[in-house]
């Protein structure tokens, strides 16, 4: 069965860190880019973060850059999220998603995302 499982939400205080990972299962997540895109309540999903199969390009949300670091082991078929200095505004449900891995690069829109995991809640509260 083909499934992305994200783990590691949680509730942290603002300031504090967090890391998500997303396991592959199904199959093999070589070939895959990855992303993790985030929501809330009433507004639109919004990718956050990417990385290519071979991790040699990345991207993130302006709002991220400097906080977040996407990474992957494919040895583990694994992706994961460090997400440091959280803010209030950070607090969404995560989900990683992944794409056939056809170009150099990625991009943090959903088009091209063929699995999508459930996600995680990600709550940042004093």
């Known amino acids: 069965q083909v499934q992305l499982v994200e783990s590691g939400g949680g509730l942290v205080q603002p300031g504090g860190s967090l890391r998500l990972s997303c396991v592959a299962t199904g199959f093999n997540l070589d070939y895959y880019y990855i992303g993790w895109f985030r929501q809330t309540p009433g507004k639109e999903r919004e990718g956050v973060a990417c990385?290519?199969?071979?991790?040699?390009?990345?991207a993130y949300l302006d709002s991220v850059k400097g906080r977040f670091t996407v990474s992957r082991d494919n040895g583990k078929n694994t992706a994961y999220l460090q997400m440091s200095s959280l803010k209030p505004d950070d607090a969404a449900v995560y989900h990683c998603a992944a794409g056939l891995d056809y170009d150099p690069t990625c991009h943090l829109m959903e088009p091209g995302y063929e699995f999508w995991g459930q996600g995680a809640q990600v709550t940042v509260s004093s």
């Open positions: 990385i290519t199969s071979s991790g040699k390009y990345i």
